[in-house]
Structures are given as structure tokens and as C-alpha cells.
């Protein structure tokens, strides 16, 4: 019983990480049908950033605002001058411009910053909490509840708001949503200023557990995006369960049967899912009309 | 007509006069030439660039004090961005255009295997920066290599373990290249040393939880020591995770994690951590009786003064590459014949670097012993040696 509680809490420390990260494709999804494969690079740059502006001398609450106000400037540039010159290609050549500005970050922060680990202290020290004969950090709580407000703060705002529902109608039919009045650079532009400032904020906080450097976005994006598949992508609770299940699928596989093919075990799963269910679990069913 | 022609003469006279001026210097100083190629950028660049500056810096001092037996070296340095094809092409221009009369560098094993056959055609001696056993098992006529290797670091840790009496061990090794390479050589020597490996678990090179694995090995009946062999984040990690779930048993982790990141990574889960390391590492901790201390802490103080960086063992291999190659020509009596040179090399006695103390022959192109490396352990956030003698 112990084992089993030890699995599912290590389970549920990489899920909530993937979950954070998968939370960040969300709304420019929603936005513009792009899946933003820079979007490890934002997770990337607010742990970094908090770590070395931190080391500056400046306080580290201070640190983690300046840092995620920083990665929200990279997302809007990026926006601005790499996506919106594209404006009317196709959904796939968007995604190829942020493959490549995925390459860009990684090379600017290795300069910028530098090639080795760094790590950030946890929010509330790194003594292990006992449960049922299994020990779990507090920093992985931390994170799953930061997943859980951004979740609701997302949802609230795509359902509940006007710009929300904006950003909706934009994603749906950029052409009517121009003709109705809505500024759809603008609500573009925004989606990524916001999924940007998500990302530095799943980066601060995954930072005392992943620990981070200049390259660790390539494969958190990796695992948030299979994390945002299986949820349905473009649904926020959807990478939430995406992510909680990847990461215990994860766990579960390599304590019970190997931990070399953890990873396969995980995907395999995942394959199955979206075979029987291609939107992914939460994701709508959605028709292409030709 | 004859204006023209008059012309052309001045021409050709000033053209003379120019390559008079340039090529002058250079034929009369006869340079040696001491080709390399590194990854100075890519993935391996943190290996490379030290390696590189090291390099430059003590090929200059080397002339600053008038060369080896009065001629003076030129470094030519090519980067090849830890891409095994761009070594080969390099070690090809360094042979044929180039023409240097011994080659010191590949930071990879990948790029030095891909060198290894160019050099041994051309008969050129080659000494390697790589970790990798296949560059110099089995032996190749004109391969030498400065770093330890995998296995050396397997047996300091399995005779420490023995003189703790713990025989019955656990591994958690990465999936990456040196993990795998460290696992497979340890599993190899353990009977040698009478250790059993009762468990083994991996993790993948991004994981950032190891707990089920640890719970695995935690759970295994009878285990007495833990050994994580990795590299990178990963080692940092199975610390913390190793002390969240509160297990007894000491950790031994390997070389690949010998340095003062580990401990800022892992924090204080770090302290009782054992693991091997070079002498360079803890430069200021050695005993004034130890032969290594002034050389070690000379080349900390050149290199930290020169680079503001600080110290790795990387650049410690390239040191001492380097100075076993000057240091062969002086008995060889230059550069001039390359056979004599490798035969030189190749007799290399008593040679106190960086890295441990070199004693090269016909069946050993490494030279070191386990002497090389020292079992430290951490204590309050600091490295600590552990005595040769006793436990």
C-alpha cells in the first residue's frame, strides 16, 4: 500500500509539471489553431530568469514577477515578429515559425544565460510530508494547485468574459469574427502575451522539482503537448487530466513493471486514446467543412 | 606598351615585396604545428571550450619561453560542434592541408573514434580529450588519450565499498551515453571486487521524479549501497528523491557529477554523498605531501586567473595532453620525426598531471592507475577526502 502511495504521489508531482505546461497550449490554440512548440521555451525562460535575476541581488517574489513580465514581452515579440508577417498562411507553416522560434530561444538563452542546471529553493522548504508510509514534497502540491487556479482563471475568463469569447469566435471563423468587429490581431496577440506569462509561471514553480536549464523546454513541451493531446487540446481542465495521467501512467509503469519502458508504456496508452477518441478526452468533436 | 610592362614590373616587385613581409616571419621561426579539433560550441561545448582555452593559453607560455628545443608551436584549433563527420573532415584538412605534426583533442568519444583511422594512416600521433574505453581498448599504434576512464571510476567506488564491508549493491543509472557506458563497466568489474547487483533501475535523461524507482530499490531485501551512475540534472535529483523517501543505505554517485553544481542542485541532501573525482577538483583540500598538489593548484591558478572561469577537469585532460606531448618531443629531439615522437609518448613515465599520475606502455595508452581518482564525500555543502587508509 505504501509502494502504491509512493507511485501515484510521484505520479501526480510529473502530472501536475506536465499539466502546468500543458495548460500553456491552451489559448493560443483556442486563439489560432497553432500548437506553439516555443512554448517550453517560455516554461524555460521563467525559471531561468527568476534564477539569474534573482542571483542579481533582487528579491525573489520580485524576481519571479520581473521574470514572467519578461517572458510575456518574449511572446508578444514573438507574435510580432514572426507570426503576424505570416498572417494568412496556413495553421501548419504557423507551426513550423514556432518550431523555428523555439530554436532561436534556446540558442539566445544559451548566451544570454548559460549551459548549466540551476534550481530555485521550494515555496515552502523540502521536508517531505509523511502520508501512509509514502513521503511526497510540498513543492509538488504547490504546483498541482497552481494548475488548478490557472485552470479556473483560464476558464473563467474564455467562458465568462467578453475578450474570452472573443478569443473563441477568432479561433472559430476569423472572417466573421472580423466582420462582428472583433480586433483578431489583437485577441492573437494576446493569447500569446497570456500563454507566454503561463509558461514563465509553470517554469518558477516546476523549477525546485525539474530543476531547469537553457534546453529543458524541448522536452517538457513534449510531454505537456502528448499531456494537452490526450486531454483534448484547446480544453484547460482537459490538459489538467492530460497531465495528472501522463504522469502517473509514467509512475505506475515504472514502479510496477520497468522503468525503462516507462516512457513507452505512456505513450502507448496515449495512442490507444487517441485512437478511439481523436479530439482527446475533454476535447470537442469539431467538424471541418470543406 | 612600355608603360604598360613598366606597370606590371612595379606590380610584381610590390607583390614580392608583400609576401616578403608576410611569409618571412613564419620561415624563419620554422613553426611547429599542433593541430586539434574540439567542440568548442554544441551540446559538448562545455567539455570543449575549456579545453580549447586551456590549449591557447599554455601554447603560449610554452613560447614565451622559447619554444621546445627552440622551435616554436602554432595551435590550430578547428571546432567541430561535437559532430563526428565534421571531426573526420577536420582531421583530414589537419593531415593533409595543415600537414601538423601530432593532433591533441576529439572532446568526444564519437569525434575521436571518427578521427582515429585518418591519424593511423597518416602516422600522425594522436592524444584524445574522450573518456570512451574503445579509443584506447584495444590499443591503437599512434592513440593515447588523457581522461579516466568509466571503469577506473566503477573500481575506486567497488574497493571504497569493500573496505566498508557493503557487498550487495543497487544501480540507478541514466539512459544517457555516459550513464549507460558507467553502468555497463561497473556491472562488468563487480565480480572482480566480489560486489552482487542485486537491482537495477533507470531514468530517462528529462525525468524529474525517480521516487518509483527509488521505492523499487528501497524495497529490494538486503541491498546496502546505492550507485547512480548519470550525468547532467538527473544524479541532482535521485539525490533529493533518494532522501524524501528517507533510505538508509549510502549513495555513491559517479565522477560525472563531480562538481560544485551537483551540490548546489541537490542541497543538503547531498551531505554523506560519496563519490570518485580527479585531484583538480579539490586542489586546495589535498595534503601538501601529495605529489599532485603543485600541479594541480598551479593549473587552477593559471586557468581561474587567465579565464575568470572556474576550474574543470576538461581543461585539466587538455594540460595535460599537452605536456605530455612537449615534453616526449624534448626526448625525442623535436617534432621532426613522428615515429620517434610516438615512441616517446609511448614511454611516458612518472608523468604527474592533472589528472593522476601517467605511466604509459606498448599495452596502456592511458597510463593512470587508481590513484588517479580520490573518494570524496560530502559534508555540509563541501567536498571532504576520504583516507586512503581505514573508512
Known amino acids: ?290 | 606598351m612600355t608603360s604598360c610592362s613598366l606597370f606590371s614590373v612595379k606590380r610584381v616587385a610590390a607583390a614580392a615585396v608583400v609576401i616578403a613581409m608576410v611569409g618571412a616571419p613564419s620561415v624563419a621561426l620554422a613553426q611547429i604545428k599542433i593541430g586539434s579539433s574540439l567542440s568548442v560550441t554544441g551540446p559538448a561545448s562545455f567539455l570543449g571550450d575549456p579545453e580549447k582555452k586551456t590549449l591557447e593559453m599554455y601554447v603560449d607560455e610554452i613560447n614565451k619561453k622559447g619554444g621546445i628545443n627552440g622551435q616554436k608551436l602554432e595551435l590550430i584549433v578547428y571546432d567541430d560542434g561535437g559532430d563526428a563527420n565534421a571531426a573526420r573532415t577536420f582531421a583530414t584538412r589537419l593531415v593533409e592541408d595543415d600537414k601538423v605534426a601530432a593532433v591533441i583533442g576529439g572532446t568526444t568519444t564519437g569525434a575521436t573514434m571518427a578521427m582515429i583511422p585518418v591519424f593511423e594512416e597518416a602516422q600522425v600521433p594522436f592524444i584524445s580529450l574522450a573518456g570512451g574505453i574503445p579509443i584506447v581498448e584495444p590499443v591503437k599504434k599512434w592513440v593515447f588519450k588523457t581522461p579516466h576512464t568509466d571503469k577506473m571510476a566503477c573500481e575506486k567506488i567497488f574497493a571504497d565499498l569493500k573496505k566498508r564491508k557493503l557487498t550487495k549493491i543497487a544501480i540507478i543509472s541514466g539512459t544517457g551515453a555516459f550513464g549507460k557506458s558507467m553502468h555497463n563497466q561497473c556491472v562488468k568489474i563487480a565480480p572482480k571486487y566480489g560486489i552482487t547487483i542485486a537491482h537495477e533501475e533507470t531514468y530517462g535523461p528529462g525525468d524529474s521524479d525517480m521516487t518509483p524507482q527509488l521505492t523499487n530499490i528501497k524495497n529490494t531485501p538486503g541491498i546496502q549501497a546505492v550507485l547512480n551512475t548519470g550525468f547532467g540534472q538527473g544524479p541532482a535529483i535521485v539525490t533529493r528523491n533518494y532522501r524524501q523517501l528517507a533510505i538508509p543505505q549510502p549513495l555513491y554517485q559517479s565522477h560525472g557529477v563531480a562538481s560544485k553544481q551537483y551540490i548546489q542542485l541537490a542541497g543538503d541532501a547531498a551531505n554523506g554523498v560519496r563519490l570518485p573525482a580527479a585531484a583538480l577538483l579539490v586542489a586546495n583540500k589535498l595534503p601538501n605531501s601529495d605529489k599532485q598538489k603543485p600541479v594541480v593548484t598551479g593549473y587552477t591558478k593559471a586557468y581561474e586567473g587567465k579565464t575568470k572561469q572556474d576550474v574543470s577537469t576538461f581543461g585539466g585532460h587538455a594540460y595535460d595532453a599537452l605536456m605530455i606531448l612537449t615534453e616526449a618531443a624534448k626526448r625525442a629531439g623535436g617534432f621532426k620525426d613522428k615515429a620517434k615522437l610516438r615512441d616517446q609518448i609511448e614511454k611516458t613515465k612518472g608523468f604527474i598531471g592533472t589528472g593522476g599520475v601517467v605511466n604509459m606502455s606498448p599495452t596502456n595508452h592511458v597510463g593512470l592507475d587508481q590513484s588517479a581518482f580520490r573518494m570524496l564525500e560530502i559534508k555540509n555543502g563541501d567536498w571532504v577526502l576520504v583516507p586512503e587508509s581505514g573508512s
Open chain 1, 1 to 290: 500500500m505504501a509502494e502504491f502511495l509512493q507511485f501515484a504521489f510521484s505520479g501526480l508531482t510529473v502530472g501536475a509539471v506536465y499539466a502546468l505546461v500543458a495548460l500553456g497550449f491552451t489559448l493560443i490554440y483556442n486563439a489560432s489553431d497553432v500548437i506553439n512548440f516555443a512554448q517550453g521555451e517560455f516554461v524555460m525562460i521563467g525559471g531561468l530568469a527568476t534564477v539569474f535575476i534573482a542571483a542579481a541581488g533582487i528579491p525573489l517574489p520580485l524576481a519571479a514577477l520581473l521574470a514572467v513580465v519578461a517572458a510575456t514581452a518574449v511572446g508578444l515579440a514573438l507574435y510580432r515578429f514572426a507570426i503576424e508577417p505570416a498572417r494568412g498562411a496556413s495553421a501548419v507553416s504557423l507551426i513550423m515559425i514556432t518550431i523555428g522560434a523555439s530554436i532561436f530561444l534556446r540558442g539566445a538563452a544559451q548566451v544570454i544565460f548559460d549551459k548549466r542546471y540551476h534550481s530555485l529553493p521550494p515555496l515552502f522548504g523540502d521536508t517531505p510530508i509523511k502520508f501512509g508510509g509514502a513521503a511526497i514534497l510540498p513543492q509538488s502540491l504547490v504546483v498541482l494547485a497552481g494548475a488548478l487556479v490557472i485552470v479556473v482563471l483560464l476558464w473563467t475568463f474564455i467562458e465568462r468574459t467578453l475578450f474570452g469569447k472573443a478569443v473563441l469566435a477568432t479561433a472559430a471563423n476569423k472572417l466573421a469574427a472580423r466582420l462582428v468587429g472583433i480586433d483578431t490581431r489583437r485577441t492573437v496577440g494576446f493569447s500569446f502575451a497570456v500563454s507566454a506569462a503561463i509558461g514563465a509561471i509553470a517554469g518558477i514553480l516546476i523549477t525546485p522539482i525539474t530543476l531547469t536549464s537553457y534546453n529543458i523546454g524541448t522536452l517538457l513541451a513534449l510531454k505537456g503537448f502528448a499531456a494537452a493531446m490526450l486531454g483534448g487540446i484547446g480544453s484547460a481542465l482537459g490538459a489538467v487530466i492530460g497531465g495528472l495521467l501522463l504522469g502517473l501512467l509514467e509512475a505506475f509503469s515504472a514502479g510496477y513493471l520497468s522503468s525503462q519502458y516507462k516512457d513507452a508504456v505512456a505513450f502507448i496508452v496515449i495512442l490507444v486514446v487517441l485512437f478511439a477518441r481523436p479530439q482527446g478526452l475533454l476535447g470537442r468533436a469539431t467538424v471541418e467543412r470543406v
